[in-house]
């Protein structure tokens, strides 16, 4: 221990530290166009399903597929990132909890309206149900993030604040 | 929980931020640290010298594609030293019965 470091001094450090820590948190969250571009995809795959064209689909599949691969390597591990978060430590369990939560109900929530609408022998249920699994994206996404920010913010070693 | 150990290496404000923004990190760019602590090449290499020479951080670097780019890793002794550090922080904090919210600093 340091008998020269006064409380004032320390908590200062301390506040400096947090600052630091929730600047990173905040450059590695996904950002708000990562949503609305795979939900525009998704949109664009469920249109193709709908119009029942093989050389549609043919086409549409692997890009939607190669897309949202691509998208979400470069999020995850590519140029884009600067920086790679600690997440054993700062996601936890709670966290990828969370990502998988949303994960299902988002897939749940597609494949449900779109057996519904079929089922129902409405007209464009691929289209119908992708642009609600598209408005769960665009508005769950955000939501997400900044549920994993506090998650993140709440596991620093300096805790929340 | 963890027993605090006050380190003056880490202590210096430049060398804090740094372990700082690497302790939520499992590795940055030299560049993101850069812009994180406000930092010219030059200071914040030398910043990282010290640091490594004591064992506290991990220099790479390698390519991605042909442009060339140098990370940089917080070690185990550097997390353990920076743990201990904010550990030691917060009791001489909690010694004093003050609060640590940052809008009191």
Known sequence: MN????????????SAVRRQ???????????????WVIAALAVGLGAAVDSHREAVLAITIPVFAVAVAVLTAAMIFGGYRRAQVRSTDLLGPRGAL???VFVWLLVGTILGAAFALRAGHLRYPGTI?????AAVLVAGGPVLMRSLRGIMLSNRPTGPQ | MIAGRFDELIHAPTRLSIVSLLAA???????????????SDSALS??????EQAGYVEIRKGFVGKRPRT????SGAGRKAFTQHVAALQEIVARSGASVLPSQV
Do not use: C
């Not at chain 1, 008998?3 to 301390?14: G, W």
């Not at chain 1, 149900?129 to 699994?133: K, L, P």
């Open chain 1, 129 to 133: 149900a992708t642009a609600i699994g």
């Open chain 2, 25 to 39: 990190t499992e590795w940055a760019d030299f560049s993101f640290v850069r812009d994180g602590v406000g930092l």
């Open chain 2, 46 to 51: 030398k910043q990282l010298t010290t640091l």
């Open chain 1, 3 to 14: 008998p020269d470091v006064q409380p004032d001094e320390a908590a200062s450090a301390l």
């Open chain 1, 21 to 35: 820590q929730e600047q990173v948190i905040n450059a590695v969250l996904v950002p708000g166009w990562y949503w």
């Open chain 2, 71 to 74: 990370s940089v890793k917080l």
């Open chain 1, 98 to 100: 969370r990502i998988m």
